[in-house]
């Protein structure tokens, strides 16, 4: 079975700019997640998904963050304008359903802002 | 809010030293506790999980046992290998949708 991927795994941008991640979740999984992971912090959930609608995204900042998980499959997390502070792994996981389901996660992306 | 605290890392062992990693964490009502593990270039891995009180989650020869009474799900192994060398996330799971709330991590190094 093949496992949540994700792309790019490195991306190198300077603040102000916009960048775009890609994650294609395991197949069957309804329950689509992205966490935020600062260097020597745990993740933090940024954006939960149900099938194609949200279920939490109180941790979104959402004047530069957006994201989208169009027909239910993969999803799409954008940040425009970077700031300095998002340089972070960024982590897609997904589980069957949601509550009492394995959380599976991609490898991430690892994103540097100058 | 819910929260997690483990210990600081790196942690430094000799192979076949015994581990063990504090986890403690706030919450209310009743969560589930996760202990996950992330390889060096790797993406995070479930390790073990407990989901009510007095249970043991075990896996790999990782044994953690969800205990109320101290608020405490601490991980431990009888003896590290190399391979053991990794960051450990102790979780939390207390919401009705699933969301994960995760400790800062700690380093394991495992030297032969």
């Known amino acids: 079975e093949a496992g949540v991927a994700q792309s790019p795994r490195y991306k190198i941008i300077e603040k102000r700019q916009s960048v775009a991640f890609w994650c294609n979740p395991i197949?069957?999984?309804?329950?689509l997640y992205w966490y935020q992971q600062i260097l020597g912090q745990g993740p933090k959930l940024l954006i939960q998904?149900?099938?194609?609608?949200?279920?939490?995204d109180s941790q979104l900042p959402k004047d530069r963050f957006s994201a989208e998980r169009l027909k239910g499959v993969d999803s799409t997390l954008k940040i425009q304008p970077a700031k300095l502070e998002d340089s972070a792994v960024y982590l897609c996981?997904?589980?069957?359903?949601?509550?009492?389901?394995?959380?599976?996660f991609g490898p991430g992306t690892r994103l540097t802002v100058l | 809010g819910d929260s997690v605290t483990q210990m600081e890392g790196p942690v430094t062992l000799s192979e076949e030293a015994f581990l063990t990693i504090n986890c403690t964490y706030t919450?209310?009502?009743?969560?589930?506790l996760f202990w996950y593990v992330q390889y060096p270039g790797e993406g995070l891995q479930l390790l073990l999980k407990?989901?009510?009180?007095?249970d043991k989650g075990s896996n790999k020869g990782f044994e953690a046992t969800y205990r109320k009474e101290t608020t405490s799900f601490h991980l431990e192994k009888g003896s590290v290998q190399v391979s053991d060398s990794a960051v450990y996330f102790c979780?939390?799971?207390?919401?009705?949708?699933?969301?994960?709330?995760f400790g800062a991590g700690t380093q394991v190094v495992v030297t032969p």
């Open positions: 996981a997904s589980s069957l359903e949601s509550a009492t389901d394995t959380q599976y």
């Open positions: 197949s069957g999984h309804a329950t």
């Open positions: 998904f149900q099938n194609n609608g949200v279920v939490d």
């Open positions: 919450a209310t009502g009743y969560p589930s």
């Open positions: 407990a989901t009510k009180a007095d």
């Open positions: 979780a939390l799971r207390a919401d009705s949708w699933g969301k994960l709330q």
